[in-house]
């Protein structure tokens, strides 16, 4: 098990919710918070530039001006960091 994984069960996330991450538009287990987050991430993640007005608007019906920063912060460095993992090959037992 991963520590991400093992750091979400921690925080209650079920193994059914995790497993339910890679299609979670479909999934009704993911509020519509959640979902924006994870949308927000998945654009930041795969292409920052083609974050869109819609993908801003969905974000402010949910968190303030504040906590879309920490978000974005957050999968800035989490993004820098794993790109980091895999430029000097560091063995997945030391991945966070």
Known sequence: MTTRVALAKQHGVTEELLQRLDDYEKAPEFTLKQKA???FVDAFYLDHRQIDQTLWDGMR???SEEEILEIA????FTTAYGKLIHAFQVPREYEV
């Not at 912060?73 to 800035?76: K, L, P």
Request: proline share 0%; glycine share 0%; charged share 20%.
């Open 73 to 76: 912060w957050y999968a800035a």
């Open 61 to 63: 019906e949910h968190f």
């Open 37 to 39: 987050v994870l949308r």
